[in-house]
């Protein structure tokens, strides 16, 4: 537990990820999640208030920093829909095999250390022909990857 990493670096991120590009990235595509979701690298919850009632179940968002989990654990509570937080690194999830409808993946993959074991237990937790939405920043435009099955 440092200074740095529990008070000051969560904060840093939170504003990174706010600006209003970014943003209107997040209306636009968050709402087509459905079913089960699960979100890699959920952060402090930015995405939890944009999710669509009339099309998820549950979203279980999953992210290794026990500071953010808390910020969005605030984000949980005013969500629309209901909301799971795990505390771990997507390399290797806690989830049984095809348990997910749609995956969100937000400036996530670049703060993954070993993006392809992350990217393979993805493949192994949603289930067949379903949906991964990913979005990563690139020079000064966004990038944007959506749609096509996870498997
Ligand atoms: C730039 S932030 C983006 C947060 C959130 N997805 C958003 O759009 O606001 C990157 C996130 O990836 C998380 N992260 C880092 N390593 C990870 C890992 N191995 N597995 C899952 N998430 C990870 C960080 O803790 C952080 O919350």
């Known amino acids: 537990m440092t200074f740095w990493n529990d008070r000051v670096l969560p904060v840093l991120i939170e504003k990174a990820c706010r600006s209003h590009e970014i943003l209107d990235e997040r209306r636009r595509y968050v709402p087509r999640a459905s079913g ?89 937790v949603l289930r067949v022909g379903r949906r991964c939405t990913s979005w990563s920043t690139g020079s000064r435009r966004l990038r944007r990857r959506s749609g096509g099955s996870a498997r």
Do not use: W
């Open 36 to 124: 089960e979701v699960i979100e890699l690298g959920v952060g402090s919850g930015l995405n939890l208030a944009l999710y669509d009632p009339a099309r998820v179940t549950r979203v279980t968002g999953i992210d290794p920093s026990q500071p953010l989990l808390d910020r969005a654990a605030h984000r949980a509570a005013t969500s629309p829909v209901p909301v799971s937080l795990v505390k771990g690194g997507a390399e290797r999830m806690p989830f049984d095999a095809g348990r997910f409808d749609s995956a969100v993946v937000t400036f996530t993959l670049c703060s993954i250390d070993d993006v392809t074991a992350a990217l393979a237990e993805l493949r192994r």
